[in-house]
């Protein structure tokens, strides 16, 4: 049985479900942040809490899932000298909208992420999935891929949002910034030694970011290592038959000839 | 051609969609996007007065050192809520914006930190202490200090007790206001060591003119009574500050028949400290005359056997810790003696140059004293503090002189 | 065909002498430990050792882990780790004496474990960190654990403030120093307070020399250092009237001695040239003078440390890295010495 | 009149205090991008000052000459990517007509800078530190453009020193792991752990 298992061949992908996999590909294969290593403005800026990053991944959810419907829609109208204005058109009135509904409805995230907002416009992010996947499939695709990337750019965010957060204050507070009926702390560790301000300041947020890539570069290199290790042995099983093959194909001819 | 107008067409369609939809949504949300800022704006008051009404309030630039505004809050029907004090006080990473609410009853409400640039362990700190404002009331506040954060504490404290001035009133201002109407602000000439009276004060009207004097008698550690004479000495009767008991009241209130006459002519025989207090000043009302300067002068007759021989002037100026007055005598023109009547240098420093004597003696000498280095007087350790004790005695010295060169010796 | 590196990084590598000039270090520290203890008691003791041993400890635990990951077999001792040459214990001595008497000993010990873990085992240890192990660790303590030091020593200048602390702010011309302390006191150390071991400059001197007569150490950086930050306050001296206190205090009070013998000489994180050197230590100076009279805390040294030394590869640059001073880099560095010691003597003025 | 020493503080601020990357996180894209070498690190700095600076005059007197009299602010995203956009394509079409040189230099890093967001957020914050309203409005522009230029000399100050450790890393014996993208980000870290003791010198 076991041999069975090592002889499938692990290069070969099995096929996924293709909308499925438009929509996970994001969390953590394709993650914008720790694989692809965009919207890193953002990451450190606006990641001293959780709540501040989910926030912003939420505005991003809006804008990238919103732009990516309307280049999809008009990606056949567009002639291809005018595609990167008129894509920064779409993308920078989306922005603008959802900025003017934050600071309606969600003010205290409004002040909170301040300049960021306006500067999801040059998120390359966003301009990089318009390019290079909306213009050139077809909408409902494009809506679940905008949305998929922009759940794994929010995913990182609270990541790194709620690592900064503990060890800055030791807690993990919801309800502060986004308009949520309650006010509530997830984790409350009321540790003094928690208390380390430089992780709520921007040394700490590039510092926190160094460590998780790291550590996502890590596990990357270790399944990359079992992997290779399975395709090794894979190889090596192949040899062994081939040569098993090639001896019996000796025996049998030598005791043809005997 | 077309080519290029199809596309310019394009881009236009998209362009003007685009600011459809941008002016739509604004529309929609402008009003709240408005409140939102005024609420931001007004964050402070309504966390202090939630009831306030933001489009009715008075607001009253103060002209102090710490308090800057007063804000006079209403509700919604008109009805008064309270005032909203806003001080800035100098912390250790900046200045701290301070805002005290006070009730209607002259109660705290709330004690916020608005503006600050300590670091975030400090105001955690101090903001954890703020709530102990709440409720109480002016002229028993609690200023009990945290361990730790002192500079931050200190600023919000300094601007609380500003407040509480200013609610509760000045009981100095307050006593010399009972004598004069007009009396607006006062100040502290001079510590009296060994009479019946300790400090000596300035009353001034709004122009700054001096409307008269008044002398702090402690009776005893709870009750402080005031000697106030105008400025031709005429007795104008003691007054207390803040209330006294019935003992002291009634002292007070057997020299009500003297009001109105000249000091010397009075001669109580009460055999208490208010006497002993109009006893000390008689003699210095009588020799001495009082002058308004810059640094404030005050002048008497040198008298040498039993001869008017020269002007002896009494100056103070600030030395390197507190006040200083020295006494300078002018005989025919000339630098007589220097003396130094009191000061609050530290002993192991300021206080060696002026018991060594030797910068007097280089003052009195001296065609010019300010052409003195000081520096030289002081000794190589204590350069520092001590040069400012030194440079104080010379002010003494030099406004001395200058003042008797204007009056001409009179 | 381009050759990248002028300054080529086995330089860098721990050789033979490293073990002599590290050893060198820790004996040179020595009188200063000794005086920590006698002067600050037992919390000076558990200070050190906690620092000591947290650096240590976690160079020991991180090689011995990678060692597992690659496969190898588990022996007490490792070969990669650099107790053998001292390096860690130094940068753990230093960091221990840049601290106050008052620090917890959790904050001394994650501030250790972080220092060296971020600082130096992730760059490749011993000799390939970019920035000096036992500033990086101080650094970190004091902005992240501001509160737990704060209160007795570093940030709220009030309570229990450094000789140098009472200079802060508002009050860096004031120089009530002198009425406090005596120059023989900020001299010899004895009842100033302060880090454990920046306290006495007679101790530091004394270990400079031992450092400078064994050539454990390049004389010229923490003589170009200490002599940029006294030109400088010299300077400002004169512009404001202040008094010789002024630079006598600069040089004396602080960290600046401690940081220039024992952090600015460490070999790995300075550059490899005699003139870069000088600039490197120039630098220093001006940035540590700059917070210390311009900016918001009492002390540089360390800040300046880890600034410049974020700017040693670019001094190093192969392409004007040079080994010698020319006529040309000579007149142009004297006159940037010159301006910017006018800059600052005017610039008091206006702040 | 407007002092000078406003000026003086507007630069030393936005160059060392509130760096741009490294207090402000803008334009970390390209710090962490193009700084493997030396050279490109400065080519970018010296075609994000070069953008910076116009961006910054233009997009003034756009908001204040055009934007605000109508009160129409709430677009002003819009039109400064747009400015910014076409302001660096003509950039480009010019420097290619004129100089070939100078296109080599900057050439390849001018698209780039269109979605740098150091030029769109030093915009945004000249606009948001309502220089108009403190100075006046010439003074203002003035005050702005030093800023902005603090600003790009503050990022080509980081991305000079941060290319040079880089390519001294590039030597190193760095943890496989590590290599790379997170080392330069702890490295990012300590420079502004570093930066953060400057606070308040002007």
New interface residues.
């Given amino acids: 049985m076991a041999e069975k298992k090592v002889a499938k061949n692990p290069m070969k992908k099995k096929k996924k479900n293709g909308r499925l996999d438009i929509l996970t590909k994001g969390f953590i294969r394709e993650n914008p942040i720790f694989i692809f290593l965009l919207g890193m403005c953002p990451a450190l800026a606006v990641t001293s809490t959780m709540e501040t990053g989910l926030g912003m991944g939420l505005l991003v959810i809006l804008v990238l899932t919103g732009s990516n419907v309307v280049v999809s829609l008009i990606r056949n109208l567009i002639p291809e000298q005018i595609q990167i204005p008129a894509f920064i058109v779409v993308i920078a009135t989306f922005v603008t909208i959802v900025g003017m509904l934050t600071e309606a409805y969600a003010f205290a995230l409004h002040q909170s992420l301040g300049i960021f907002i306006p500067l999801i416009v040059v998120n390359c992010l966003i301009m990089g999935r318009a390019t290079s996947f909306a213009s050139k499939n077809k909408v409902s695709d494009s809506a679940i891929d905008g949305f998929g990337m922009a759940l794994g750019f929010t995913f990182a965010l609270m990541l790194i949002g709620a690592t900064r957060e503990i060890f800055a204050s030791g807690a993990i507070a919801l309800g502060v910034y986004l308009p949520l009926p309650f006010e509530i702390s997830i984790i409350n560790t009321e540790m003094y030694l928690f208390n380390m301000d430089v992780f709520a300041g921007p040394a700490g947020g590039f510092i926190v970011i160094g460590v998780l890539l790291a550590l996502f570069t890590a596990i990357g290199n270790y399944r990359q290592k079992k992997k290779e290790a399975e395709r090794q042995a894979w190889i090596e099983q192949k040899k062994k038959e081939a040569a098993e093959r090639k001896r019996k194909k000796a025996m049998e001819s030598a005791g043809d000839a005997s | 051609m077309f080519d290029k107008i199809k596309i310019a067409g394009i881009l236009l369609v998209v362009g003007m969609v685009a600011g459809l939809a941008i002016v739509g949504v604004h529309t929609l949300t402008e009003d709240r996007i408005e409140e939102n800022r005024l609420a931001m704006q007004y964050e402070d008051y309504v966390s202090i007065f939630p009831d306030m009404d933001l489009t009715n309030y008075e607001e009253k630039a103060l002209d102090q050192d710490v308090l800057t505004t007063r804000i006079t809050a209403y509700d919604s029907d008109g009805d008064f809520l309270g005032y909203i004090f806003i001080g800035e006080s100098a912390s250790y990473g900046g200045t701290n914006r301070v805002l005290v609410g006070v009730d209607s009853d002259g109660r705290i409400v709330k004690v916020i930190l608005s503006q600050t640039q300590d670091t975030a362990n400090i105001v955690q700190n101090v903001i954890d202490i703020l709530d102990k404002f709440e409720g109480q009331a002016f002229g028993e506040v609690d200023y009990d200090a945290p361990s730790g954060a002192t500079q931050s504490y200190d600023s919000i404290w300094r601007v609380v007790d500003a407040v509480s001035l200013m609610i509760e009133g000045d009981p100095t201002q307050e006593a010399f206001e009972s004598v004069f109407e007009d009396a607006d602000s006062y100040d502290v000439l001079f510590d009296h060591e060994d009479l019946a009276f300790v400090e000596e004060f300035n009353i001034r009207d709004a122009d700054g003119t001096i409307l008269g004097y008044a002398y702090e008698i402690d009776v005893d550690d709870e009750n402080t009574v005031f000697l106030v004479v105008d400025q031709d000495d005429v007795f104008k009767g003691f007054v207390p500050k803040d209330a006294v008991d019935d003992e002291t009241q009634a002292m007070i209130e057997a020299y009500d028949d003297h009001i109105d006459t000249p000091l010397v002519d009075i001669d109580p025989d009460t055999g208490d400290i208010l006497e002993d207090a109009i006893n000390d000043l008689k003699p210095l009302v009588e020799t001495t005359t009082r002058v308004d300067y810059d640094i404030v002068v005050r002048y008497k007759d040198y008298i040498e056997d039993d001869e008017v021989v020269g002007v002896t002037y009494i100056v103070r100026t600030d030395g390197y810790n507190a006040r200083m007055i020295g006494e300078v005598t002018i005989v025919d023109d000339e630098l007589f003696s220097f003396v130094i009547r009191s000061h609050n240098e530290s002993a192991d420093w300021g206080a060696i140059i002026i018991d060594d004597g030797d910068l007097q003696e280089a003052l009195i000498d001296a065609d010019n004293p300010e052409d003195v280095d000081v520096k030289e007087y002081t000794t190589f350790d204590a350069t520092s503090g001590a040069t400012q004790t030194g440079e104080a005695m010379q002010r003494i010295v030099v406004a001395a002189l200058e003042y008797h060169n204007e009056e001409g010796g009179q | 065909m381009e050759i990248?590196?002028k300054s080529a990084?086995h330089l860098r590598k721990p050789n033979a002498n490293v073990v002599r000039m590290m050893s060198d270090v820790a004996i040179a520290l020595s009188p200063l430990v000794i005086f920590a203890i006698v002067q600050h008691g037992m919390q000076a003791f558990w200070i050190l050792l906690v620092s000591v041993l947290s650096m240590v400890g976690t160079e020991y635990v991180y090689y011995q882990i990678?060692d597992k990951m690659n496969g190898e077999k588990f022996r007490i001792n490792n070969k990669s780790f650099t107790i053998y040459n001292f390096s860690v214990v130094v940068s753990g001595l230093i960091y221990g004496l840049t601290l106050g008497d008052t620090v917890p000993l959790?904050?001394v010990a994650?501030g250790g474990i972080i220092g060296v873990f971020?600082?130096k085992?992730?760059?490749?240890?011993m000799g390939?960190n970019?920035?000096n192990i036992a500033a990086?660790a101080r650094?970190?303590v004091v902005?992240?654990?501001?509160?737990?030091i704060?209160?007795e020593a570093f940030?709220?200048?009030?309570?229990g403030a450094t000789a140098l602390g009472m200079l802060a702010?508002?009050a860096r011309l004031?120089?009530?120093?002198?009425?406090t302390y005596?120059?023989w006191t900020m001299f010899s150390g004895i009842g100033l307070p302060g880090s454990l071991g920046e306290t006495s400059a007679l101790l530091i001197l004394v270990g400079g020399l031992y450092l400078f007569l064994r050539k454990s150490f390049d004389i010229f950086v923490p003589l170009t250092y200490v002599g940029t930050v006294f030109l400088l306050s010299l300077g400002v001296m004169v512009s404001t009237d202040a008094?010789?206190?002024f630079p006598a205090t600069h040089v004396l009070a602080g960290g600046l001695m401690f940081a220039a013998v024992y952090m600015a000489t460490d070999p790995i994180t300075i550059p490899t040239t005699r003139p870069g050197r000088i600039y490197f230590a120039f630098g220093l100076g001006v940035v540590t003078f700059?917070?210390r009279l311009?900016?918001?805390?009492p002390e540089?040294v360390?800040?300046?440390i880890?600034?410049m030394?974020?700017?040693v590869?670019?001094i190093?640059?192969h392409k004007w890295a040079r080994n010698k001073f020319t006529v040309k880099s000579a007149t142009i560095f004297s006159l940037v010495v010159i301006v910017t010691i006018i800059l600052t003597a005017v610039g008091v003025n206006?702040? | 009149m407007i002092s000078p020493t406003v000026f003086f503080v507007a630069i030393v601020s936005s160059m060392l205090i509130n760096n741009i990357v490294l207090m402000r996180f803008l334009g970390v894209c390209p710090f962490l991008g193009v700084s493997r070498k030396t050279e490109s690190a400065l080519g970018m700095s010296a075609a994000v000052t070069f953008v910076m600076l116009v961006a910054s005059v233009l997009t003034y007197i756009l908001y204040y000459l055009v934007l605000d009299p109508f009160g129409i602010e709430y677009i002003s995203t819009i039109a400064f990517i747009l400015v910014i956009a076409s302001l660096v394509q003509l950039v480009e079409m010019f420097i290619k007509r004129f100089s070939q040189k100078l296109y080599k230099m900057l050439g390849i890093y001018l698209p780039l800078i269109v979605t740098n967001c150091a030029i769109l957020g030093i915009v945004e914050i000249n606009i948001r530190e309502n220089y108009a309203v403190q100075y006046g409005f010439g003074a203002g522009l003035a005050v702005a453009v030093t800023s902005a230029l603090g600003a790009a000399l503050g990022f080509a100050l980081v991305m000079f020193a941060f290319s040079s450790i880089r390519e001294r890393l590039d030597a190193a014996t760095v943890p496989e792991s590590w290599k790379g993208v997170p080392i330069s980000l702890v490295v990012a870290g300590i420079m502004a752990l570093a930066f953060l003791g400057l606070g308040g010198i002007v």
């Fill in positions: 990248v590196q990084p990678i959790v904050v994650i971020l600082a085992l992730i760059f490749g240890g390939q970019i920035f990086f650094v970190f902005l992240a654990f501001g509160g737990a704060a209160y940030i709220d200048a009030d309570a702010g508002e004031d120089g009530p120093i002198n009425d005596s120059y008094g010789w206190w700059i917070i311009f900016g918001n805390l540089g360390v800040f300046a880890l600034i030394n974020m700017f590869p670019a190093d640059y206006y702040v």
